[in-house]
């Protein structure tokens, strides 16, 4: 039963991404989430536009496959990218590689996606979101600079890498793809707001206003 939850919840994501844009032309991304202390949920590799609960496979943390059918030979490649990602930080439920269009804009021009846009705080979005130097993807230097991140920076719930794309880790496949989106948001409006002089970062009390604001109201985001 949980299997079939954690399943449907990825594809349901994916639906969600495809259908917010963050994909690029090819439908390519890779999803993840976790199904117990031991075990994740994963894409076999491909499209993942209409993704089925059929396409996904249950794979150890060591990227050892437990059981469904054969990983696509691409996705060994980054298999390890999301398994360490759930060794480092207990808390995260499931974690997305995408290429979404804005993201990736700033991944390519190695700079930071600054906070300037307040629903990021509801995700718990404290500073802005880094670049880790260029390595081939899935390799242990590109895994590694991950890793730094996501131990130094513990209120950072997603990097870019350089020249390539964005990886968001969070706490359920829904709630990590709508982060995704609303980072999307986050680059377009920045880069958009070049052209009336640039964004403006968020005071230095907002993240502490935010947060008194949900808990008030009972709001998560």
Request: hydrophobic fraction near 45%; charged fraction near 15%.
């Amino acid at each position: 039963m949980q299997e079939r939850l954690v399943r449907q919840n990825i594809v349901d994501a994916a639906h969600l991404l495809a259908d917010s844009g963050m994909l690029f032309r090819g439908e390519h991304a890779n999803l993840s989430a976790r199904l117990d202390d031991t075990h994740i949920v994963m894409t076999r590799g491909g499209s993942i536009g209409h993704l089925s609960t059929d396409d996904l496979a249950v794979l150890d943390l060591n990227g050892v496959l437990a059981h469904g059918d054969a990983m696509d030979p691409t996705m060994q490649e980054v298999i390890q990218m999301h398994t360490r990602v759930y060794q480092a930080r207990g808390s995260v439920g499931a974690v997305i590689h995408t290429h979404a269009p804005h993201i990736s804009v700033f991944a390519v021009a190695h700079q930071p996606i600054p906070l300037v846009y307040e629903p990021l705080l509801r995700f718990g979005v404290t500073e802005p979101i880094p670049v880790v130097p260029w390595a081939p993807r899935g390799s242990d230097a590109s895994v590694g600079s991950i890793i730094d991140v996501i131990q130094n920076h513990p209120g950072l719930p997603a990097v870019m890498m350089a020249n390539h794309g964005a990886l968001v880790f969070y706490q359920d496949p829904i709630s990590a793809a709508r982060l995704l989106a609303t980072l999307d948001e986050a680059a377009e409006l920045s880069i958009q707001a070049i052209a009336l002089g640039g964004a403006k970062e968020l005071p230095e009390q907002a993240v502490g206003a935010v947060r008194e604001r949900m808990a008030a109201f009972g709001s998560h985001r």
